[in-house]
Nanobody
Framework: QVQLVESGGGLVQAGDSLRLSCAASGRTFEGDAMGWFRQAPGKEREFVARIRWSTGSILYLDSVKGRFTVSRDNAKNTLYLQMNSLKPEDTAVYYC??????????????WGQGTQVTVSS
């Protein structure tokens, strides 16, 4: 059974940092694309960042470039999202996702339960 378990969310002030973690288990993820989506209240879920597990190829949402960093620890099967210079508009539930096709979209095969990030002004 594949599980993606996020942690690290919380309530912070604008300008602060948070690091989200996503512990993956249940299969090997070597060929996967893994990454992060977020969903703010009343808005659609949007792509934030992804990394291809085997190649390390990375892609970001334009509005988080230079502030967020996605990374992975192969040995721990864990995905991270380091979020710096947080803004109130980053407030959302953040979801970890994975897809064995190597392409990560809103139709990703595996999803975590989400972790809340709230940024106060």
């Amino acid at each position: 059974q594949v599980q993606l378990v996020e942690s690290g969310g919380g309530l912070v002030q604008a300008g602060d940092s948070l690091r989200l973690s996503c512990a993956a288990s249940g299969r090997t993820f070597e060929g996967d694309a893994m990454g992060w989506f977020r969903q703010a209240p009343g808005k659609e879920r949007e792509f934030v960042a992804r990394i291809r597990w085997s190649t390390g190829s990375i892609l970001y949402l334009d509005s988080v470039k230079g502030r967020f960093t996605v990374s992975r620890d192969n040995a721990k099967n864990t995905l991270y999202l380091q979020m710096n210079s947080l803004k109130p508009e980053d407030t959302a539930v953040y979801y970890c996702a994975a897809d064995p096709s190597g392409v990560l979209t809103i139709r990703a095969r595996y999803w975590g339960q989400g972790t809340q990030v709230t940024v106060s002004s």
